[in-house]
């Protein structure tokens, strides 16, 4: 279990992740605290510049060594011991988020609640290497991960999964590629048609353009009730700076409060956040280094060490450890080549009869 400091943590990494996200796709209208001339409105306008363009990818990294984090680790009520590898793997991966419409702004596409117009993708590396990939392209999902070695990093043998698969191979004939790292590939249609069987006719949720809109009011309405901006006066290679700050617990509290309400009417989400405390948060003021290129926001760096206390202060030293969001106002995101079909209809048909075979033997 997290300890109450790492829970601290989390959410309110969560926090400033979820209010610089406002940057994919948010509505540019300023409030009357925040005008265009003050620091305030200069961050407000650049986390919302993206939403004239159509694509934008993400980079989520930690600026730290794997030293520090194998000491992090190891820290605290609930101690970690990591590998070298391990160590190694979260100081130079990333986690890559990017999105792409085809022929819309982001601010025109949120009256648009077809999926299919856009495309996006999803990747975890651990420096040169991809682990996890997903991308959405032209109505067809794409997937592949690096089996052996997230096993090796997990400390699993792969020769025993390599021996589960092979019992499976019969049913399961696309396991012998995913297990060899290569890209599987099923359609959107095909999918769609699997979840309204299984959901009893409702199939694949699609976007909802007005919940979005009230979605991204709420916490631009987070962003200026409970942040304040001001400039630094130190110049970066990142870009012009502003240090954005507030109390951790109080922008937890109305942050959760908007997901809460925001996302009651969806199936599941008030179960995301039924334990969510933010009294568990601790109450200090939070700062938040952010960075603007020609208008928009290019990096947002969150030192967690400033919430660190105890034996986790201790490990770090003093020393910053941050967690850095980078923004590009561009999107690579193509089909991949020779990805192994999964033909949904009939695997599910597959596994039917096997289970209605079974039964019958029972």
Known sequence: MLTKTRRGLAA?????????????????????????????????NALTSYQDGNALTVTVKLDAS???????????????????????AYANGTIVFAVKTKDKSFKDAQNDPDLTHSSFAFAVSTGNDKIVEF????????????????????????GDIQSEADQLSSQLPFLKAALAGNWLKTSYNDLNSIAKIAGGGGGLPSANPAQSQAFIKALLNVFDKDVTATKADDNSDLGDHYVVSGSSRT?????????????AGLPGASDAFKDADPTQVPDKTVKVDTYIKSGKVHAV????????????????GGKP??????????????????????????????????LGTSNQAS
């Open 12 to 44: 309110t990494a969560i926090a400033a992740a979820a209010l610089t996200g406002v940057a994919a796709c948010g509505s540019s209208s300023s409030s009357s605290n925040s005008g265009s001339d003050t620091p305030q409105g200069t961050v407000r």
């Open 66 to 88: 794997a030293d520090d984090i194998k000491r992090l680790a190891a820290s605290g009520d609930d101690p970690t011991n990591l590998t070298d590898a391990q160590a190694k």
């Open 135 to 158: 991308r959405f392209v032209d109505s067809t999902f794409f997937a592949r991960a690096d089996v052996k070695t997230i096993a090796q990093l997990g400390g699993n043998d792969v």
């Open 251 to 263: 922008i937890a509290t109305d942050l959760v409060a908007a997901l809460k309400q925001e996302f």
């Open 301 to 316: 760096k969150l030192d967690v060490a400033q919430f660190a206390t105890g034996k986790d202060a201790a490990a770090l």
């Open 321 to 354: 450890f941050y967690v850095e969001f980078d923004f590009d106002s561009s999107a690579d995101i193509s089909a991949p080549s020779g990805a192994t079909d999964i033909d949904l209809p009939s695997l599910v048909g597959k596994l039917g009869a096997g």
